[in-house]
């Protein structure tokens, strides 16, 4: 054979193995990208796949502007200004709350304490006056009095109270007497003393006993070894009743200057 075409027979008979060999072989397997087929069938009829859903975030954060921390220097001028009001609401609330405690009853500040007016040392009513005992203390006035005093002892703190009144002498005294019974519930028969201050009648009432709270309601609130002093004082147009009450020692430690106090009265 012609050395030529012995060469070519050779090569087609190679190229035809190799091709037979590749069909033959398994092919390397085709790495699984996770996708399936299913978005195919999503496709829109128009060929093209739907936009990707917006992601939302598990937590969502909350901003308050409202809350937002101001500068150092803004900060410590707002506390401050809330602190002054916080301590101006208190005190205030504080002196309404003593006031309205003083102005509900006729009783005397047996817890030791009182609201006082420093700058005014006397009373007074219908054109005269009456100056306030040394050791003394002027009080707000509780509802219905035009004056009130208070004495602290160690005793128990006692009251002054001045009213104005539309009754007659006899009516005023036996108000007054009603205040205190004695052991048993009965009725106590006060030491009177009458006079003359300025050529208007005057009349000293003096009881110890029980003190029964005028404002209390089914005989409550009695407070044994008490003693009143009173004084109704006839000034023709009106009259004026002026009484202390408190504990026992502290009245009678205190009596000389009450009769002092009204013996005293003057016009002005």
Not at 53 to 68: E, H, L, N, R
Not at 136 to 162: C, H, L, N
Request: proline share 7%; glycine share 12%.
């Amino acid at each position: 054979m012609d050395p030529k075409a012995l060469i070519v027979a050779l090569g087609l008979a190679l190229g035809i193995a190799g091709c037979s060999d590749s069909s033959s072989q398994p092919k390397d397997p085709v790495p699984d990208s996770g996708y399936g087929t299913d978005s195919l069938d999503a496709l829109s009829p128009t060929g093209q796949a739907p936009a990707p859903a917006p992601t939302v975030a598990d937590d969502p954060v909350i901003i308050d502007q409202g809350s937002a921390t101001p500068p150092e220097d803004e900060q410590r001028d707002w506390i401050k200004e809330r602190e002054s009001q916080s301590l101006l609401g208190r005190s205030r609330d504080k002196a309404k709350s003593l006031r309205n405690n003083l102005q509900g009853g006729t009783d005397g500040p047996d817890n030791g304490f009182a609201a006082t007016t420093e700058e005014d040392e006397w009373v007074g009513t219908a054109g005269y006056r009456w100056d306030m005992p040394d050791g003394w203390k002027m009080a707000i006035p509780g509802s219905g009095r035009f004056g009130e005093m208070y004495i602290q002892s160690d005793f128990g703190a006692a009251t002054v109270a001045f009213t104005k009144e539309d009754g007659t002498v006899s009516e005023l005294e036996r108000r007054v007497a009603g205040m205190v019974v004695d052991m048993i519930g009965s009725k106590v028969t006060p030491k009177t003393e009458s006079f003359e201050v300025d050529g208007h009648p005057v009349k000293l009432l003096s009881l110890e006993g029980t003190y029964i709270d005028p404002s209390a309601k089914g005989g409550t609130n009695e407070k044994p070894f008490y003693a009143v002093r009173g004084a109704v004082i006839d000034l023709g147009s009106t009259r004026v009743l002026v009484i202390l009450w408190g504990p026992e020692d502290t009245v009678k430690r205190n009596e000389g200057k009450f009769a002092a106090m009204i013996k005293g009265m003057y016009a002005g």
